[in-house]
T-cell receptor, first 114, second 114 residues
Framework: SAVISQKPSRDICQRGTSLTIQCQVD?????MFWYRQQPGQSLTLIAT?????????ESGFVIDKFPISRPNLTFSTLTVSNMSPEDSSIYLC???????????FGDGTRLSIL | GNSVTQMEGPVTLSEEAFLTINCTYT??????LFWYVQYPGEGLQLLLK???ADDKGSNKGFEATYRKETTSFHLEKGSVQVSDSAVYFC?????????????WGLGTSLAVNP
């Protein structure tokens, strides 16, 4: 399976600032996914990012708050904009999810907003 | 719509005890089913999968059988170890069209005591 590297692994940020999370894959993939996992909760899909097209956002998530870039088939970024304490979560990227195939995850970015 | 219902935790067991974590699903068509594990401070790892009825997924002593008649995919292990302490997530992929989103259960926390 693909090896997925996320940076940073954790950060502590001030409210009102923005943070960009990077996701690098060791092979070319069509679909990349960005998730949020709030403390003690399950995963919530933020958006699906396909190379060469705009990301598709899930209900409750908007591009102004979570802009995503997908410049090539091995890389994507998620920006968490104008952060508030409610954005304190683990943010995870994943790849895969073809027919009958699982998604594979990076180790996540643990984000705390003060 | 599709959904996954997982047994609520936390589950606390002694080492070498038998483990069952229940997972049932609602889906149209023929979903693929997955169990993921999240160890403390880490991202999600695929534990096992099953892609059609009566398939049995297995890995690291864990097993789960895809039961279409009961719409279930219960996770079992005959003898748990302290190192199995983690959060376990059941998920399904509906395999419909090009949208390979995963539907997640809420997760079940397992603590194994020596």
């Amino acid at each position: 399976s693909a090896v997925i590297s996320q940076k940073p692994s954790r950060d502590i940020c001030q409210r009102g600032t923005s943070l960009t999370i990077q996701c690098q894959v060791d092979s070319q993939v069509t679909m990349m996914f960005w998730y949020r996992q709030q403390p003690g909760q399950s995963l919530t899909l933020i958006a699906t990012a396909n190379q060469g097209s705009e990301a598709t956002y899930e209900s409750g998530f908007v591009i102004d708050k979570f802009p995503i870039s997908r410049p090539n088939l091995t890389f994507s970024t998620l920006t968490v904009s104008n952060m508030s304490p409610e954005d304190s979560s683990i943010y995870l990227c994943s790849v895969g999810g073809g027919l009958n195939q699982p998604q594979h995850f990076g180790d996540g970015t643990r984000l705390s907003i003060l | 719509g599709n959904s996954v219902t997982q047994m609520e935790g936390p589950v606390t067991l002694s080492e070498e005890a038998f483990l069952t974590i229940n997972c049932t699903y609602t889906a149209t068509g023929y979903p693929s089913l997955f169990w993921y594990v999240q160890y403390p401070g880490e991202g999600l790892q695929l534990l096992l999968k099953a892609t059609k009825a009566d398939d049995k997924g297995s890995n690291k002593g864990f097993e789960a059988t895809y039961r279409k008649e009961t719409t279930s995919f219960h996770l079992e292990k005959g003898s748990v170890q302290v190192s199995d302490s983690a959060v376990y997530f059941c998920a399904l992929s509906d395999n419909a069209g090009n949208n390979r989103k995963l539907i997640w259960g809420l997760g079940t926390s397992l603590a194994v005591n020596p």
